[in-house]
């Protein structure tokens, strides 16, 4: 399924405000990997049938390999136009083999380092930065944005994703511990 969305989604990149709404998921995306886990999953019921199950798998992977799309290719778009899709090749061979074999590996290592979780929501927001100001609507509006004010913009992106995380995190934690004593 990457593949193929990968395809659509450096198309797609040029459609006026599809940034914008990328930029939005991927920040969301970063605020649900600084969210405390809560260890359960009310409302999911066994599946009774084969192809239920199927169509549920088929729908987690789709979500999952869209979010990973999104960050590859807006990553990708601050390459050069000739470059993207080698770009977007590399990422894709990088991601999957992590995401099917190395899944383990990166569970430990987040275990061992929870520092790594902050840094990706981090680069998801550093990302998502880079997807905003480059939005042909904001292009449009106030033209190109020099690298200077882009790196800026990302830079403050990642930082208030991750500082609003932690803190929504916290004040999530305290609410909780508040309600069970």
Do not use: C
Request: glycine share 10%.
């Amino acid at each position: 399924m990457r593949v193929v969305l990968i395809f659509f989604a450096l198309t797609l990149l040029g459609i006026p405000f599809l940034k914008i709404v990328g930029a939005i998921l991927l920040v969301w995306i970063g605020l649900k990997l600084l969210m405390p886990d809560e260890g359960h999953h009310d409302g999911i019921q066994a599946s009774t049938s084969v192809w239920t199950a199927v169509k549920t798998i088929l729908i987690a992977d789709f979500v999952m390999s869209l979010d990973n799309v999104i960050a590859i290719a807006g990553a990708a778009q601050n390459v050069h136009l000739d470059h993207q899709m080698g770009y977007v090749i590399f990422g894709l061979l990088l991601s999957v083999p992590i995401i099917i074999w190395g899944s383990t590996l990166v569970l430990k290592l987040i275990d061992r380092f929870p520092v790594v979780v902050t840094f990706g929501a981090g680069l998801l927001g550093w990302i998502a930065g880079g997807m905003l100001v480059t939005d042909i609507i904001v292009e449009r509006q106030f033209g190109v944005i020099p690298q200077g004010y882009k790196i800026a913009v990302e830079l403050a992106v990642a930082i208030l994703l991750v500082v609003t995380g932690k803190w929504l995190a916290r004040r999530k934690t305290a609410v909780k511990q508040r309600t069970t004593s």
